[in-house]
């Protein structure tokens, strides 16, 4: 996927509908594990999920000399972000990318940026995509089933349930939502889409309530909880994205650089846990005498295991409950 072109924040269009309600999460947390290495003039830090640009502001409030270079594949994030960020009065620090966050390479590339001093991802949806029913994320109400993040991306949440097989559409929502009836949804996709394709939310929400028996259905949250996460993660390439894009960041990472990654899933944290902890281990091959300084961590981690957020915070707002923060520093260049 090209990249476009860079902008810099508009002032806000009077017309828009009202702000988004937005609560980042483990915000103070983010702010303080990231804000030695922003703290200084000249610094960058890259969101690479800036959606309403809830930390960014805070980092940019926080530190005059700090310039950011956000990225969002969802343009309505991008312009909901921008207003936000000229409203607050800081146009003028920020850049706003079009991209998917393992274009981060070329992006740096493409503004001249050698190396920066922080990087932030913060996974999954933002409120603005959950709450607005056309953007079809949430069972919640009845719109579109389509679920992308960028709604130029070439496959919707209706192309994969309505196309893939029993078998394929099983394996997503047991591995993506961990869903103990997988098979029995799958097979109730299968079955009613051949009477006529899905193509709204809600008809995929009473589908999978149906399919579930009865007795587990009063437990674990809203039935078709686990589905729409799956589908989501599948429709996004959520887990490659970040595969392919947090080694890049490490290495874009100045020495003295933090990145910090926020996650709500299990096999995102997995991901995290085990890319920071290669970046924090000696390297030295086990039959050589002493270690070596070219086989020495490149990272020092700066968490300790996936930080949850507080009771209090979760008891504020219940979306932050799988919220889970890890952090490293670049310690050195790779030899
Ligand atoms: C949880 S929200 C970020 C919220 C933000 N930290 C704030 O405080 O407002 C995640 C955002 O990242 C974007 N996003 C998710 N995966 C992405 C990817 N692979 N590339 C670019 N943007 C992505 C989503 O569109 C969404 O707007």
Redesign the pocket.
């Known amino acids: 996927m090209s990249t476009p072109e860079p902008t810099r924040p508009a002032p806000p269009d009077s017309a828009a509908r009202p702000r988004p309600v937005?609560v980042?999460?483990l915000?103070d947390r983010v702010t303080g594990l990231l804000g030695p290495a922003c703290a200084g003039e000249g610094a960058v830090l890259v969101?690479?999920?800036?959606?309403?640009?809830?930390?960014?502001?805070a980092l940019l409030d926080a530190h005059p000399g700090l310039r950011l270079v956000g990225?969002?594949?969802?343009p309505q994030?991008r312009a909901e972000?921008a207003a936000r960020i000229a409203a607050a009065g800081h146009a003028d620090r920020a850049t706003l990318v079009p991209?998917?966050?393992?274009?981060l390479p070329d992006v740096l590339d493409r503004l001249g940026l050698a190396e920066v001093q922080a990087v932030?991802f913060?996974?999954?949806?933002?409120?603005?995509?959950l709450d607005r029913p056309e953007r079809g994320f949430s069972y919640a109400g009845d719109g579109p089933l389509d679920m992308r993040?960028?709604p130029e991306a070439p496959r919707s949440a209706a192309d994969v349930v309505n196309t893939y097989s029993a078998a394929e559409l099983a394996r997503v929502l047991r591995v993506y939502g961990e869903e103990r009836f997988a098979s029995r949804i799958a097979a109730a996709i299968v079955r009613e889409r051949a009477r006529a394709p899905f193509t709204h939310t809600e008809r995929l929400a009473h589908l999978v309530r149906d399919a579930i028996p009865a007795a587990t259905r009063r437990t674990g949250g809203h039935p078709a909880k686990r589905t729409f996460q799956a589908l989501r993660i599948e429709v996004?390439?959520?887990l490659g994205?970040?595969q392919r894009?947090l080694p890049a960041a490490l290495d874009a990472l100045a020495v003295g650089g933090r990145v910090a990654v926020?996650t709500?899933h299990s096999l995102e944290d997995r991901i995290v846990k085990q890319t920071l902890a290669a970046g924090a281990t000696d390297r030295t091959p086990p039959e050589l005498p002493v270690r070596l300084p070219e086989y020495g961590p490149v990272l020092r981690l700066l968490t300790r295991g996936g930080e949850a957020p507080s009771e209090a915070e979760v008891a504020a707002n219940p979306r932050a409950a799988s919220a889970r923060v890890r952090a490293a520093e670049r310690t050195r260049r790779a030899a």
């Open positions: 937005h980042p999460v915000l969101d690479a999920t800036l959606g309403l640009a809830g930390h960014a502001l990225l969002d594949r969802d994030a972000a991209a998917v966050f393992d274009e932030l913060d996974l999954g949806v933002s409120s603005l995509q993040m960028d996004n390439d959520e994205a970040l894009a926020i709500f």
